[in-house]
C-alpha cells in the first residue's frame, strides 16, 4: 500500500512555470508506475503524464507534449512534474496516482492510489 502526497501547486501567469511533486509513504514506491491527472471544473478527470517503475519510459497527453516533464526519484520515494509554458487552460486540479499494473498506463482506472490533489490556476 502506498499514500500519496501533492505539493507545490499554485497562482502561477501564462507562459510561466511550475513544478509539482507527489511524496508517497511506503518502502514500495519504486515497485509502481506513476501518473499525472487532472481535473478541470464542469470537466471530467484527464491523463497528463505517466511514468513507469524506472524512469525509463513516459507517455504524455498530448495537450502537454513538450510543455510538461514527468520525472521520478525512487530514492526520495517522489514523483514529479515539471509543467513549463502553461496556459489557462491548464488549469485544474492535479492528482497524481500509483498503478501496479504490468504495463505502464494512461487509464485511470488501473491507478489504485491516489492523492488528495493541488490546485494550479494559469492566469492569462
Known amino acids: 500500500q502506498v499514500q500519496l502526497v501533492e505539493s507545490g501547486g499554485g497562482l502561477v501567469q501564462a507562459g510561466g512555470s511550475l513544478r509539482l511533486s507527489c511524496n508517497a509513504s511506503g518502502r514500495t514506491f519504486s515497485s509502481y508506475h506513476m501518473g499525472w491527472f487532472r481535473q478541470a471544473p464542469g470537466k471530467e478527470r484527464e491523463f497528463v503524464a505517466a511514468?513507469?517503475?524506472?524512469?525509463?519510459?513516459?507517455r504524455y497527453a498530448d495537450s502537454v507534449k513538450g510543455r510538461f516533464t514527468i520525472s521520478r526519484d525512487n530514492a526520495k520515494n517522489t514523483a514529479y512534474l515539471q509543467m513549463n509554458s502553461v496556459k489557462p487552460e491548464d488549469t485544474a486540479v492535479y492528482y497524481c496516482?500509483?498503478?501496479?499494473?504490468?504495463?505502464?498506463?494512461?487509464?485511470?482506472?488501473?491507478?489504485?492510489?491516489w492523492g488528495q490533489g493541488t490546485q494550479v490556476t494559469v492566469s492569462s
Open positions: 511514468i513507469n517503475w524506472s524512469g525509463g519510459s513516459t
Open positions: 496516482a500509483a498503478a501496479s499494473s504490468v504495463r505502464l498506463t494512461t487509464d485511470s482506472g488501473r491507478y489504485g492510489y
